[in-house]
């Protein structure tokens, strides 16, 4: 028997009143007649006692950013201004603006930053979405596409000559990044190289977002699509039970993989 | 196929069909899911990032939340994305060095991580992170959470015998490491 399997097992069960009769009874017979066992079991006891005191953190400042983030958009919206709506989105997003592409040139190389477009992406939450105007009032639009099929344009950003498009069927969200440029491909992390049409292109997976990274016509553009379908059903059924929407319906588990194709489409990359 | 823009699917505050808004949740367990990530995790940056992952699956399965203890809901919620995270990084090894010096170099401590763990009771927390992950979410959900066995056994999916041999094993480890 090991250090570790020394004392008896029910002992945490029994501290804890997680023992049936049975076990209770044989354990507080067992602790009335050993100091051993009384020592182990006040040894627990501390162990818990000092577990349960850790106090309750008050989240720092970015967190709460993050949580704010998460709340209902409307009653928000109607309190800001356009210029501040826009002025807010981009005081969020400039840190991971800076840092998605780095450049000698912003018309020469570029090497995109693409764990860092994956933290943009996923950094985006409901709070952070497109106040409600038009897409043609967003700085960017003219270099990207209103909608794709089937999923919407929520979030257009722009910082110098860097475009940040989300798109959302509603459920899921695909980012695009978009900078002139060439791009450094021995630069890039370990992945697939491919090609689309004629357009030598990047495919990996970086925190389990499906990456594509493309360049075309002198510009680079980084895909950012959520995670992989197999694996967030798995998490959403471990997490919410079946109840999870969509859960069955074979077009959700088709739509995250159309997803990557439908941007490669529209913006003609294959062409 | 034409999907409805997600936000006008969204709940407004202060619904009263028993479901609470997000802005409730925030309000009331955002502390509550940033402490949970942090005993988990051990470290401000990794709860952050653990608590940006809980948000993403709590604003997709909120509309679905079936009142009961929201606490347990939310806990279960961060414990498998720890989880998932843990066996992820454990699939596939690379991730172990990521472009994040931090992970790489022996992490530098900023003023207020010092001053946060100087009244973090550092000790213990040092002590629960050294457990094995599986071990860890088990006392954490016990000790930190407040949840029975049964609770935790079916927030892991796995067996009460397993729940009781992990908590009993963590809190055991944790006696050789506090002394």
């Known amino acids: 028997m090991t250090e570790l399997d020394g004392p008896d097992p029910r002992l945490s069960a029994f501290l804890d009143g997680e023992t049936d009769e049975e076990e209770t009874a044989a354990i507080s017979e067992m602790v ?4 051993e066992a009384r020592n182990h079991l006040e040894e627990l006891r501390q162990v818990r006692q000092r577990v349960r005191d850790l106090p309750l953190l008050d989240p720092p400042a970015d967190v709460w950013r993050l949580l704010a ?10 309190t800001r201004s356009r210029a501040q709506s826009l002025a807010v989105g981009a005081v969020a997003s400039i840190a991971f603006w800076a840092a998605v592409f780095s450049s000698d040139n912003l018309s020469a190389s570029v090497t995109p930053e693409v764990g860092s477009a994956v933290s943009a992406h996923a950094s985006v939450l409901p709070g952070d979405l497109a106040p409600d105007f038009g897409v043609n009032e967003m700085p960017g639009h003219e270099v990207m596409p209103e909608a794709l099929p089937g999923m919407e344009l929520i979030r257009l950003d722009r910082s110098g000559s860097m475009t940040h498009a989300m798109y959302s069927d509603g459920s899921l969200e695909i980012s695009v990044f978009e900078q002139p440029g060439r791009v450094k491909w021995e630069a890039l992390p370990p992945g697939e190289p491919v090609t689309l049409g004629r357009a030598p292109a990047w495919q990996g997976e970086i925190d389990g977002y499906e990456v594509l990274v493309v360049e075309r016509r002198r510009t680079v553009y980084i895909i950012v699509a959520e995670p992989a379908v197999a694996m967030l059903d798995k998490e959403m059924a471990s997490d919410m039970g079946d109840s999870m929407p969509g859960r069955g319906d074979p077009s959700f ?6 997803a990557a194709d439908q941007v490669v489409e529209v913006f003609g990359f294959r062409g | 196929m034409a999907v409805e823009p997600r936000r006008r699917r969204r709940r407004s505050p202060g619904s009263t069909d028993g479901v609470p808004s997000w802005d409730e949740v925030a309000q009331e367990h955002g502390a509550f899911i940033y402490t949970v990530a942090y005993r988990l995790t051990g470290k401000r940056d990794d709860a952050q990032d653990l608590v940006q992952e809980v948000l993403l699956r709590v604003r997709r399965g909120l509309q679905t939340y079936q009142p009961g203890s929201m606490r347990g809901w939310l806990s279960r919620i961060t414990t498998n994305a720890f989880l998932d995270d843990v066996r992820r990084r454990q699939r596939r090894p690379t991730d172990a060095l990521p472009e994040d010096p931090e992970r790489v170099l022996p992490p530098s401590v900023g003023a207020d991580e010092a001053l946060a763990q100087q009244t973090l009771t550092n000790e213990v ?3 629960i992170s050294s457990l094995p992950e599986d071990f860890r979410a088990a006392v954490v959900l016990s000790d930190v959470v407040g949840m029975s066995y049964q609770e935790i056994s079916d927030s892991l999916s796995v067996p009460i015998g397993t729940v009781r041999s992990r908590i009993h094993r963590g809190r055991l480890q944790l006696r050789e490491v506090l002394g």
């Open chain 1, 32 to 35: 009335a007649q050993s100091v």
């Open chain 1, 253 to 258: 588990g088709d739509r995250l993989g159309r």
């Open chain 2, 125 to 127: 927390q040092e002590a």
């Open chain 1, 69 to 78: 983030g998460g709340s209902s958009l409307a009653p928000r919206r109607r």
